[in-house]
């Protein structure tokens, strides 16, 4: 199970944390991804990290977006900074069976709910 949380309503340029707790399955073997989903679009990824903290972005996310984990607290988490308008859209965190030190956006296990973020002035 995945629980994303932390979105909300923020400026143009301004940041926002999301996180994704995760329960029921084993942590350590997981990557993890974030995707979004913007009103009248497909799906695409956002980042992922590897079950040994590798990350990896997606070009848009590369150098605004920061993406960690805890494996102590089974959390996973995205900073997002200097948010654009075309960054609205609900995230959601995933999960795929892939120990290792890199990690894909394809073929996840496991969606969380997704939590909604919107850029706007």
């Known amino acids: 199970q995945l629980q994303a949380s932390g979105g909300g309503l923020v400026h143009p340029g301004g940041s926002l944390r999301l996180s994704c707790a995760a329960s029921g399955f084993t942590w350590d073997d997981y990557a993890i991804g974030w995707f979004r989903q913007a009103p009248g679009k497909e799906r695409e990824g956002v980042s992922c990290?590897?079950?040994?903290?590798?990350?990896d972005y997606v070009n848009f996310a590369e150098g605004r977006f920061t993406i960690s984990r805890d494996n102590a607290a089974n959390t996973v988490s995205l900073q997002m900074n200097n948010l654009k308008p075309e960054d609205t859209a609900v995230y959601y965190c995933?999960?795929?069976?892939?120990?290792?030190?890199?990690?894909?956006?394809?073929?996840?296990?496991?969606w969380g709910q997704g939590t909604e973020v919107t850029v706007s002035s």
């Open positions: 995933a999960a795929k069976w892939d120990p290792g030190s890199y990690c894909t956006l394809t073929s996840q296990k496991y």
């Open positions: 990290i590897s079950s040994d903290g590798n990350p």
